[in-house]
């Protein structure tokens, strides 16, 4: 473990993510010194309050002075902000990497800015919850989860080893894939269902023939299983979807397709199609529980809920 | 709860709701007698292994000989053949209900074989799970939940207020509807998201440039959410997109609509509008959680998964 333990790790951005990693390097002792940096100076201070740092600061520039591995935890949208204000102030040598939910974008963002001399290795770990801020953070947060590292053409080895034994480190286990590749596979994987999940919400918070009150009362049918994506951090969401349009209107397209073509067997009355899908969809969650990427429980071991007054 | 307690009950159907209902009954000493029912000798054959009731029958019409409670627990597509079995065989003052998740359909397959003398009130528990089966249920099933009623004109206060009490003696809270309108909430809170659910899951697994394995392996990032609707079952959930069509098809015309706005948005790179959608959303799932319709844990209350072979 000694060589995976860096001297200065800069943290830009300190929300879910960031603030995970603050409390994984900390606990793991994977570095010497946590400098956080987020531009806002309240988030800034409740990071403080959280103990999350060893340093603080809201200027990047100086957050990346001396540090040997910079991890930008923010909004893709921000991404060549960030690199911009870095950039000049990076030390030689230096692993610069990122959590962001599309890759293309973000490397055209902030590739540019890279000086020679710094490594910088875009990443990605499958990993997060519905919430969001410093507070949500938490140590386990990557633990048993896959971590996807785009590593570009010319990539050091030596640099590429370090950075995937910091994320095995922090529990993940670590997969390396070409850049368009991660948008696409995101795209049906998280966008798709993240965006489905804001439109069936938004869908029934508009309607007028069934009230909001019936909506929530019912929920537990169906509905409430949405939700949780639904209440996903809105920054974050609208960059990714801005800026990962491609891979995403491809996804949305075919579900579309896919819907129409459920929508004619629904008006038709043909119960053989529908019965087919709603079949082979079956298998598709078995694998995923027999892959250890879901509980096995039912209703994913939901600790039964009561109705108010009960 | 003496008047609550039925000589004898007679379960028609015998998978997920059928077998709850049998061990909440047998549990909280609702009857003096539980006869089970079903077609399929298999199915009977677990209910006595699992010792579901006091006796079994492959014949409905044996099954409701003397029963002062029937409770038709089929998928809602075979209504209209267990009304015909049954019709000659109920005994007068018998009250007969359902617990199908539509109303209309049930209502119009069912009631012209009632007899006179019969208290017909069909009824809808909003509770279930991803399995199904007689050996999925468990008595706790409608604790805290709603169970919906939707009697017809003329209806008999007593029969009423005894199904009712029944309910109430089961864990849940009885509300009654009219059965157009419980057809249109359950069409926007159950039915649409188990439909959606089924589509993206389909959409996923037909996809040829992003491979299967990749879609199980990532699939913490979102898309597992909707698996779990979707490993519902298909002869259930076939039925009643064939039962509920008119009012699914306006929910999907709905989300369809809006759908088409919101990838407008992200072609043309609208990030207030949808900035303004996804912040709405998030209001909606504090909603149903302050309700007591979901649990307050992040991500569902998740145990930890883990790697294969970590």
Redesign the interface.
């Given at each position: 473990m000694e060589h995976t333990k860096f001297e200065k790790i800069a943290l830009i951005g300190i929300g879910l993510i960031g603030s995970s990693l603050a409390r994984v390097i900390r606990r793991n002792d994977l570095a010497d010194h946590i400098v956080v940096a987020t531009r806002s100076a309240e988030t800034l201070s409740d990071a403080q309050a959280l103990g999350l740092g060893d340093s603080y600061t809201t200027s990047n520039a100086e957050a990346v002075a001396d540090a040997d591995l910079v991890i930008v935890s923010v909004p893709v949208?921000s991404s060549a902000a960030v690199a911009e204000d870095i950039a000049a102030h990076l030390k030689p040598g230096a692993i610069v990497t990122d959590v962001g939910s599309t890759k293309a974008s973000v490397i055209e963002q902030m590739r540019p800015h890279m000086p020679v001399g710094v490594h910088f290795i875009p990443g990605h770990p499958?990993?997060?919850?519905?919430?969001s801020g410093p507070s949500?953070g938490f140590a386990?947060l990557f633990?048993?989860?896959?971590c996807?590292l785009t590593p570009l053409e010319g990539t050091d080895p030596d640099a590429l080893e370090r950075l995937t034994r910091f994320w095995q480190a922090c529990g993940s286990?670590v997969e390396a894939m070409d850049p368009a590749h991660h948008d696409?596979?995101?795209a049906?994987?998280?966008?798709?269902?993240?965006?489905?999940?804001?439109?069936?919400?938004?869908?029934?918070?508009?309607?007028e023939?069934?009230t909001?009150s019936?909506?929530?009362?019912?929920?537990?049918?169906?509905?409430?299983?949405?939700?949780?994506?639904?209440?996903?951090d809105?920054?974050m969401?609208?960059d990714v979807?801005?800026h990962n349009?491609d891979a995403?209107?491809e996804?949305?397209?075919?579900?579309?397709e896919?819907?129409?073509s459920?929508?004619r067997?629904?008006?038709w009355?043909d119960?053989d199609k529908?019965?087919d899908?709603?079949?082979?969809?079956?298998a598709?969650?078995?694998?995923?529980v027999e892959?250890?990427?879901?509980?096995d429980?039912?209703?994913?071991?939901?600790?039964?809920?009561?109705?108010?007054g009960?």
């Open positions: 949208g499958i990993a997060g919850t519905e919430r949500a386990e633990e048993g989860r896959w996807i286990t696409m596979v995101l049906i994987v998280s966008h798709l269902p993240h965006i489905i999940a804001y439109n069936i919400v938004g869908t029934a918070d508009d309607l023939a069934v909001k019936e909506v929530i009362k019912y929920s537990a049918s169906g509905f409430r299983d949405f939700t949780r994506l639904a209440a996903s809105p920054t969401w609208r979807c801005l349009r995403i209107l996804m949305l397209s075919r579900f579309s896919d819907l129409a459920l929508q067997a629904i008006r009355g119960g529908l019965f899908l709603f079949s082979r969809t079956r598709v969650r078995r694998s995923i892959a250890g990427q879901d509980v429980a039912v209703d994913f071991g939901r600790q039964a809920t009561r109705l108010p009960e």
